[in-house]
C-alpha cells in the first residue's frame, strides 16, 4: 500500500505519470509496504500469460528477492526512478523516505533496487543521472544507499507512520532489534538482490 498523502498527476508528455506529496512527508516515514491486495507473480505464471499481459506486467511490477515480481494495485506502480530519489526500499520490505519530502513534490524512487533483468534508459536530465539502470547497479552503488536508508530507518519512530497498521509483529520486532543495535541489526540492501 501506498502512502496515503499521495496523488496521481501528469508529470509530461514524454514521461507520464507520476506520484506527488499532498503533505509533508518527513524522512523515515513508511511510504510504501507490500499488503496482502498485491499480486505476486512467480517466474512459472509470468512465462505462461500472453504477451499483452506480460506487457503491463513488465511496465509496473518489481523484482523481488525470491525472483517474484509483485504488481501494487495502487500508486506504487506509477513512481518514477531518480538518480536522488526521495524514497528507497529496505530490506525490511518496504519503502522510505530517505529526505523530507514537500507538498507538491514528485516522489521517487531508486529502480536499481528492483532487480531488473535488462537495463532500463533513464530520461532525466540532471545533473549527475547514471543516464541507464542496470542489474548491476545494486552491486555498486548499495553501500552508499545503505548509509541513506539506515540514517533514514533510525528516525522510524520519530514521525507518524499511517501505514504501521501494515507491519505485522515479526517485522515489528526485527525493526525494534535494528532500533536497539543498528550496527547489529541492520539488514543491508544487498538482501534485496534477487536469489538464483
Known sequence: MFHPASRLKNKSSRIGLGVYATE????????????PLELVINDRDYSALPNVLQAPVERYAYVDERGDRILSWDLGKYVNHCCFPNTMTTAFGFELAIRDIHPGEEITDEYGLFN???PMALTCSKPGCRGVVTATDLDTYFPTWDKEVKAALLRIRQVEQP???LVDSTLDQR?????????????????????S
Open 24 to 35: 509533508f512527508i518527513p524522512v523515515g516515514t513508511i511510504t510504501y509496504i507490500r499488503d
Open 116 to 118: 531488473l533483468e535488462s
Open 175 to 195: 525493526i525494534q532489534q535494528f532500533l536497539a543495535d543498528p550496527e547489529q541489526h541492520y539488514p543491508s540492501l544487498s538482501l534485496v538482490k534477487r536469489r
Open 163 to 165: 501505514l504501521w497498521p
